[in-house]
């Protein structure tokens, strides 16, 4: 791609109406990024090419034409940047993102894009402001702008029903986040592949905490299987740590401390090899407890 054309475009412009690199740079990111867009040398994230498209007084859409840029490709550069600030749990960074996208007709206009902003103002209603009332009809709204009675339910739609399950079964309601799980399980039976394989190994770790909850632990670890053997299948390790560890947690609630013990020293070898400290201090005190309780 040649970035140079859109980089000469926003130079030409931005002397036009009199700004410096550092005007045009303010609230958006650092001169020295406009100066290497300029350039030719990066392009802009979405979200900066429409706060700069703002200060220029143009439609993004002008970038998109002189470029021949996809509009796709900058919906995906969202999604992707909304996603990346998801799962580090940045979510003031991503509203910011929402809140931009929100007066862009890119979005407002076509219902599939305008779901993908509505999914991620529902997370963080519950996350950041902890309505969970509020956060909740907001996720089905946009779960419903999409939806088609008369097909399984599309990957996004999937997606918008494990985060609805999840908020249900923090506020334990547990027989609304079954219903959530059920619906995407079915779905996935339909569809039979799916591009995004997380999707699966999400839903039966969720499952398998939702039964754990309801005290049918064997339910809870054929679950956790499943996920297990769907992560070797698809040479994927997300949540492979967590599923042996869930196992763990099973038989620690059935006081088998002896196959607690097995499943939370797999689960800190993976969280070793992954170098992902977040729950090595947790699992490591869990194991000198499983430890103790069967040396007593």
Not at 215 to 240: A, K, M, P, V, Y
Request: aromatic share 10%; charged share 30%; with cysteine.
């Amino acid at each position: 791609m040649d970035y140079s054309i859109v980089g000469n475009k926003i130079k030409e412009l931005r002397k036009a109406i009199g700004l410096t690199q550092g005007e045009l740079a303010d609230g958006v990111c650092t001169q020295a990024l406009i100066s290497r867009i300029e350039k030719g040398d990066v392009y802009p994230s979405a979200t900066s090419l429409y706060q700069i498209s703002k200060k220029l007084g143009v439609d993004i859409n002008f970038f998109f034409e002189i470029a021949t840029i996809p509009r796709l490709d900058y919906v995906k550069e969202v999604e992707r940047q909304l996603w990346k600030l998801r799962r580090a749990r940045q979510f003031e960074e991503m509203i910011e993102i929402v809140k931009v996208e929100e007066r862009n007709q890119v979005f407002i206009s076509h219902p599939y894009n305008f779901q993908l902003l509505l999914w991620h103002k529902g997370i963080y209603q519950f996350e950041v402001e902890n309505d969970s009332i509020t956060s909740l009809e907001t996720l089905q709204s946009a779960f419903t702008l999409t939806r088609n009675l008369k097909k399984a339910l599309s990957e996004r739609e999937m997606e918008i029903q494990l985060t609805i399950g999840a908020i249900q079964f923090k506020e334990n309601n547990l027989a609304e986040a079954l219903e959530c799980y059920h619906k995407v399980e079915n779905s996935l039976r339909l569809e039979g592949e799916v591009h995004n394989k997380s999707i699966k190994t999400r839903l039966l770790y969720n499952m398998a905490r939702v039964f754990s909850r309801q005290s049918r632990f064997e339910e809870s670890i054929e679950c956790c299987q499943e996920g297990i053997r769907w992560c070797i299948d698809t040479e994927n390790l997300h949540l492979l740590a967590e599923l042996h560890y869930h196992i763990g947690y099973n038989y620690e609630l059935q006081n088998n401390f002896v196959m607690a013990l097995s499943h939370i020293e797999k689960a800190l070898l993976i969280f070793e090899m992954k170098e992902d400290k977040k729950y090595y201090h947790f699992l490591n005190e869990k194991r000198n407890v499983y430890i103790n309780k069967l040396s007593e």
